[in-house]
């Protein structure tokens, strides 16, 4: 079967939640979306009234189940896209996305498990596209979350993470590297091979594992990962600018 063109499509803002103080998801109505895998991410592209174009790249946050299209914005205080995206955006408000785009850092409950997930920072979102993507699924299969922040108030989707995680839909893990509030009973340093040893599941299993953060977390998190004896060819790897945990 020939592949699907990636073409630009028409998005309307549906709905904005609040992450946290500096994120925020924007829910889309996209006209003719082709369906995407969690994992998989867009082009945004802006167009001013005189002309000016930018665009930027953002994951996808929303199940593929999910009839509409979300996105989770992190603000980048020197950024073009991201402060126009926090601060002015409306419902209502139409703008272009380009997508879906990306495959091999992506994943369907047809490829199985167990899954091991590690993120930094904004790096959870795409994560969070397959977790839920696994819950719409109603999937028992294994799925363990790392999420590594700054601070507690930094972590998205933490009320959402708590009810997935009550329904045994995951076993979360979190660690704070700045502050940890009072009785905090998680991790409180960077990834390290205990910690990930400590959240599985083992090697031996042979989980699908996925690494979504920071450029430096990330290939961090990967050598800890082989170091344990994950199988490089099992860890997939997304990386981004220096933001994040």
Same mark, same amino acid.
């Given at each position: 079967m020939a592949r699907q063109p990636i073409v630009w499509h028409t998005a309307t803002v549906r709905e904005l939640v609040a992450e946290t103080s500096?994120?925020?998801?924007?829910?889309?109505?996209? %006209?003719?979306w082709p369906g995407h895998i969690a994992g998989q991410h867009v082009d945004l592209r802006l167009t001013a009234e005189d002309g000016? $174009?930018? $665009?930027? !790249?953002? !994951?996808?946050?929303? %199940? *593929?189940?999910? *009839?509409?299209v979300a996105l989770t914005v992190e603000r980048i205080d020197d950024g073009e896209v991201s402060p126009?995206? +926090?601060?002015? +955006?409306?419902?209502g408000d139409v703008f272009e996305l380009r997508g879906p785009i990306g495959g091999p850092f992506s994943w369907c409950v047809e490829r199985g498990g167990p899954l091991l997930l590690v993120g &930094? =920072? !904004? &790096?959870?979102?795409? +994560? #969070?596209? #397959?977790?839920?993507h696994h819950s719409a699924r109603r999937s028992e +299969?294994?799925?363990?979350?790392l999420v590594s922040a700054r601070r507690w108030q930094d972590v998205l989707y933490r009320g959402e993470l708590a009810q997935h995680a009550e329904r045994g839909a995951v076993q979360a893990r979190f660690t704070l590297t700045r502050e940890q509030p009072a009785g905090w009973s998680g991790f409180d340093r960077r990834i390290d091979t205990e910690m990930l040893a400590a959240v599985g599941p !083992?090697?031996?299993? $042979?989980?699908?594992?996925?690494?979504?953060?920071?450029?430096?977390?990330?290939? @961090?998190?990967?050598?800890?990962?082989?170091?344990l004896g994950h199988q490089p060819s099992a860890i997939r790897?997304? @990386?981004? &600018?220096?933001? =994040?945990a």
């Open positions: 500096h994120a925020r998801t924007i829910v889309l109505d996209v %006209a003719d000016y $174009q930018t $665009q930027r !790249s953002y !994951s996808l946050a929303s %199940a *593929p189940e999910d *009839p509409h126009y995206l +926090l601060d002015e +955006l409306r419902v &930094g =920072g !904004s &790096g959870l979102v795409p +994560l #969070m596209a #397959m977790l839920r +299969l294994e799925l363990r979350l !083992s090697p031996a299993a $042979q989980p699908h594992v996925f690494v979504c953060g920071p450029t430096p977390f990330v290939e @961090r998190a990967a050598d800890l990962l082989v170091e790897a997304e @990386r981004f &600018g220096p933001t =994040g």
